[in-house]
Structure formats: structure tokens, C-alpha cells
């Protein structure tokens, strides 16, 4: 089964500019999450979705940033106009009520944002 | 609210040596308490987890136990080896839905 997928990888992104990241959660979980790790810092939450619905939105920066996950599959994280604070890794998760609860959060690994 | 602190890094280690990384937290009621670990140019993966007091969570030589009285679920390895070097996240979850994660700590393990 696969895991949890993030694309891409790393972006390098101006000031200024609009990115968009993309998570693919497993296949079958209804959770989905948004995280994010700023400069060596802690991992903070920012958003949950159950399906397509936003369940916990309060993690969320600004309005900068904006979540959707149509159709309850994947979801995308708009970053627009991205700022110089926005750099740094945004994690997705997944979890399913039946395969370990839904504390039992599975990671994919990482989108790198690097805005200059 | 609901908060967890780790010890701050980065901690380096001779291989074989014994590890401890302290993580202590701050919560109502009672949380489920997580060791996630992330291995250079890999996402986070779930060590160990302790979903009530007194339990101990244990997976690949590692373990932890849930301490309710001192609000501590610190993770210790008798022999760390080089493998083991990554970036070790302490997390507490809530009934709420999100992970609330420690800043981290970086081990170093050298040959």
C-alpha cells in the first residue's frame, strides 16, 4: 500500500510569487492534515480535513495560505503572495478511524519551501 | 493549553553509547504521547507510541514511558548505533484531532 505522497519535493519560490503543494493522502483515510516546520522549530499544526471538509482550520497563518481537498482525495496548500516567513518544510498526514484511530497520524515527507 | 517541550539539541553520541532525550508535557486530562523520528531526506515516522499512564511504548531498541505524575515521556536506547541519527519529535495528542509536537531534537551518533 502506498504511503503518504507530497510534490513536490522542494520549491525555490521569489517573494511575491504563488506556489501550490499537493498531498496525496492513503487511500481510504478520511483525515487528512497540514503541518509545518519553520527553521528548525516545532512541527505545528495547520489544518485538518475530514474528507472534504474543513474540520480544524485554526492553525492556518493568514489568508494567504488556502486548503481544499475536493472530492475528499488529495488536497492542495496555495501559498499566495508567499512571504519570507512562509519558508520551510509543510508536512501532510493521513489517518483513518480504522487503522490505528485517528491518532495514528501517517506522514509523507515533506514539500521544502524556500521563498527569497 | 496543551504544550510539549524537548531538551534542546543537538546531542551527539559515541556509537554504543546510552540516549535519553527528555520530553515532558502540558495537558488536561489524559493524552496519547508519540516519539516520531525523522531520518535525513525522509518524512516522519512513528517510533513508539503510550496511549495511558504507566504504559510503555517500545519499537527498534527504543523505549518510553508514559509518567503521569511527572508529566514526562522521556525516549532512552541502551546502544545507539550510527543508523540512528536523525531528528527525534516528542508529540501529544488531545481528542482534538492534531498532533502538538516538541521543537526536536537532533542525535548525532558518531562511529
Known amino acids: 500500500e502506498a504511503g503518504v505522497t507530497q510534490f513536490p519535493s522542494h520549491s525555490v519560490i521569489e517573494k511575491g510569487q504563488t506556489v501550490t503543494l499537493r498531498c496525496d493522502p492513503i487511500?481510504?483515510?478520511?483525515?487528512l492534515y497540514w503541518y509545518r516546520r519553520v527553521m528548525g522549530k516545532e512541527i505545528k499544526f495547520l489544518l485538518h480535513?475530514?474528507?472534504?471538509?474543513?474540520?480544524?482550520e485554526s492553525g492556518m497563518p493568514n489568508n494567504r495560505f488556502l486548503a481544499e481537498r475536493t472530492g475528499g482525495t488529495y488536497s492542495t496548500l496555495k501559498v499566495q503572495p508567499a512571504e519570507l516567513e512562509d519558508s520551510g518544510v509543510y508536512f501532510c498526514?493521513?489517518?483513518?478511524?480504522?487503522?490505528?484511530?485517528?491518532?495514528?497520524?501517517?506522514f509523507g515527507p515533506g514539500t521544502r519551501l524556500t521563498v527569497l | 493549553g496543551n504544550s510539549v517541550t524537548q531538551m534542546e539539541g543537538p546531542v551527539t553520541l559515541s556509537e554504543e553509547a546510552f540516549l535519553t532525550i527528555n520530553c515532558t508535557y502540558t495537558?488536561?486530562?489524559?493524552?496519547?504521547l508519540f516519539w516520531y523520528v525523522q531520518y535525513p531526506g525522509e518524512g516522519l515516522q512513528l517510533l513508539l507510541k503510550?496511549?495511558?499512564?504507566?504504559d510503555k511504548g517500545s519499537n527498534k531498541g527504543f523505549e518510553a514511558t508514559y509518567r503521569k505524575e511527572t508529566t514526562s515521556f522521556h525516549l532512552e536506547k541502551g546502544s545507539v548505533q550510527v543508523s540512528d541519527s536523525a531528528v527525534y519529535f516528542c508529540?501529544?495528542?488531545?481528542?482534538?484531532?492534531?498532533?502538538?509536537f516538541g521543537q526536536g531534537t537532533t542525535l548525532q551518533v558518531k562511529p
Open positions: 480535513f475530514v474528507k472534504e471538509s474543513k474540520q480544524d
Open positions: 495537558a488536561t486530562g489524559y493524552p496519547s
Open positions: 508529540a501529544l495528542w488531545r481528542n482534538t484531532g492534531k498532533l502538538i
Open positions: 487511500s481510504g483515510h478520511d483525515n
Open positions: 503510550a496511549t495511558k499512564a504507566d
Open positions: 498526514a493521513s489517518s483513518s478511524i480504522l487503522a490505528g484511530g485517528p491518532h495514528e497520524q501517517f
